[in-house]
């Protein structure tokens, strides 16, 4: 079957502006994850969503990240006025029932470029 | 602070030889590592676990070795294949669903 997906596969931004990257996860996975890769960084957790629980946010890097998750499905990560160090590959991964056993899934990611 | 280590960023092996891929971890409540391989443009893919429990866990040319005591776990591949060329993050658990990832090791096989 399909696997996760992510778009787009690159963005590129001007400082100041917002963007909205989207996750399209396995069917029938109940979790969510979006991880980030900066330059020169192992992927760093972001948040977290598992079925209708309230999403584990605590590795958001600021007030400027949103991520919300509709019908239990697709996902989009939002981040407002975008700075420079906000550059980085965006991963998206999806796992059954988000256990630890559990394997994720990621997608491609999305590559965000801030000028 | 960077609770998982890879401090190679990049190896190279000669195809047929073993690629031994090292991390290390600093904190002691982790109790589940994995290694994940990435191609260039795709996203990372599950490769091999361990539990704290084991010591060894073993899946045809890929091995994983945990050391406890010296918070240490290493990834074997023998023999190595070209297509074993890629990105090797360690990852790692502690009672909750967060991994917690190294900085990746690039492994070059020679032919």
């Known amino acids: 079957g399909a696997g996760v997906s992510q778009s787009p596969s690159n963005k590129v931004t001007e400082k100041g502006k917002d963007v909205e990257l989207r996750c399209d996860p396995i069917?029938?996975?109940?979790?969510l994850y979006w991880y980030r890769q900066s330059l020169g960084q192992g992927l760093e957790f972001l948040i977290y969503f598992q079925g209708n629980s309230a999403p584990d946010k605590s590795g958001l890097p600021s007030d400027r990240f949103s991520a919300e998750r509709t019908g239990g499905s697709v996902s989009t990560l939002t981040i407002q006025r975008t700075q420079q160090e906000d550059s980085a590959v965006y991963l998206c991964?999806?796992?059954?029932?988000?256990?630890?056993?559990?394997?994720?899934?990621f997608g491609p990611g999305t590559r965000l470029t801030v000028l | 602070d960077q609770q998982v280590k890879q401090n190679s960023p990049s190896l190279s092996v000669q195809e047929g030889r073993i690629s031994i891929l090292n991390c290390d971890y600093t904190n002691s409540m982790f109790d589940y590592f994995l290694w994940y391989k990435k191609y260039p443009a795709e996203g990372p893919t599950f490769l091999i676990s361990?539990?704290?429990?084991?010591d060894k866990n073993e899946d045809g040319r890929f091995t994983v070795f945990l050391n406890k005591s010296a918070k240490h776990l290493s990834l074997h591949i023998v023999p190595s294949q070209p297509g074993d060329s890629a990105v090797y993050f360690c990852a790692a658990f502690f009672g909750n669903e967060k991994l917690t990832f190294g900085t990746g090791t690039r492994l070059t096989i020679i032919p």
């Open positions: 991964a999806s796992s059954l029932s988000g256990g630890r056993v559990d394997t994720q899934y």
């Open positions: 361990i539990s704290s429990i084991k």
């Open positions: 069917s029938g996975h109940t979790a």
